[in-house]
């Protein structure tokens, strides 16, 4: 059992460096809120087809690490109760 809780600390804490590092580098949305208040129509297509792009992939990316992050903070906390 102490081997899984190293192992699952290790992922968790390289999974936290690399959601923290992915965070840094993605750009800044700045189309918001205030898009959806003015009602300003992007339909595109690069909005059409951003999943494809650099920034879309990071995304993605980012979206799985914060999941698996929140799974190994589950998983970590059953192991050490």
Do not use: H, P
């Not at 809780?5 to 949305?29: N, P």
């Not at 992939?57 to 992050?69: E, P, Q, R």
């Amino acid at each position: 059992m102490g081997v899984i809780k190293i192992i699952l600390l290790i992922v968790y804490v390289i999974v936290s460096i690399a959601l923290i590092v992915l965070t840094l580098v993605q750009s800044s949305d700045e189309s918001g809120a205030s898009s959806t208040i003015t009602g300003s129509s992007t339909n595109n297509f690069y909005n059409q087809n951003k999943g494809k792009t650099r920034e879309g992939k990071m995304k993605k990316m980012t979206i799985s690490l914060g999941v698996s992050f929140a799974v190994l903070a589950v998983l970590l906390s059953i192991f050490y109760i």
